[in-house]
């Protein structure tokens, strides 16, 4: 019988992006093996994973491969609409980080794997000298708040918690303009500190937090 720490069968979501524990994912979605995938989800209160991409397209074509990486985030699904038949429309939340012990690809291209979840980041107070970042992050969050008619609206979720390294890392993880690669990378550290350490270069050399 799988532990607490292990999911099976998790149904799988590879995109071309990268999702934080933390953060907000809004999909359109078209293809039937996803419309089915999130129908179940949400009906059963489940997660699916979502992860990156390293090899074919979000939307399935004859022949095509699909590879992603080892490691992805787990999304709760917190709305749904459907405009149309054939059309669904989510907004999900990122949970907790997962590595993948094993994958299968079901007949209709679906995804599942076996996973092992992943510690959750450990609560860091933010350095004095990174503190510049949090600071940064707050404005910004501050003028999105004036820019949008509703929280639902916005690019990020609360509470916000500008007190704490992993959630200032994620945020501005989601927020720069970096390479979905670059972004894996940084997910995938266990230490929040490192990971915001090297979101302040970022922001340094973009003149963003000074």
């Known amino acids: 019988m799988p532990s607490a720490l292990t ?9 071309g992006a990268v999702l ?6 809004q999909l359109r979605i078209f293809e039937v093996r996803y419309l089915d995938m999130i129908g179940r ?3 059963a209160g ?17 022949g095509s491969k699909e590879a992603f990486a080892g490691v992805g985030t787990l999304a709760t699904i917190s709305e749904v609409e459907n405009p ?25 291209g679906l995804w599942i794997a076996d996973v092992e979840r ?11 000298d990174l503190k510049i970042t949090a600071t940064a992050l707050g404005r910004l969050i501050h003028s999105l708040q004036e820019k949008v008619d509703a929280p639902g609206q916005m690019p990020l979720q609360g509470p916000w918690r500008l007190d704490d390294c992993g959630w200032v890392a994620n945020r501005w993880c989601e927020l720069l ?3 979905p690669q670059l972004k894996q990378r940084l997910m995938e550290l266990d230490n929040p500190l490192v990971r915001l350490e090297l979101v302040s270069d970022v922001l340094a ?6």
């Open 7 to 15: 999911l099976q069968s998790l149904p799988l979501f590879p995109l």
């Open 20 to 25: 934080f524990p933390g953060g907000v994912l």
């Open 41 to 43: 989800c949400h009906k």
């Open 46 to 62: 489940a997660p699916f994973g979502v992860v990156l991409l390293t090899q074919g397209s979000e939307v399935r074509h004859p």
């Open 84 to 108: 149309r038949p054939g059309l669904m429309m989510i907004r999900a939340n990122g949970a907790q980080r997962f590595r993948i012990t094993a994958s299968d690809q079901l007949k209709h």
């Open 118 to 128: 992943l510690p959750a980041d450990m609560a860091v107070p933010i350095p004095d």
């Open 177 to 179: 303009p970096l390479s």
């Open 205 to 210: 050399r973009t003149g963003i937090a000074n």
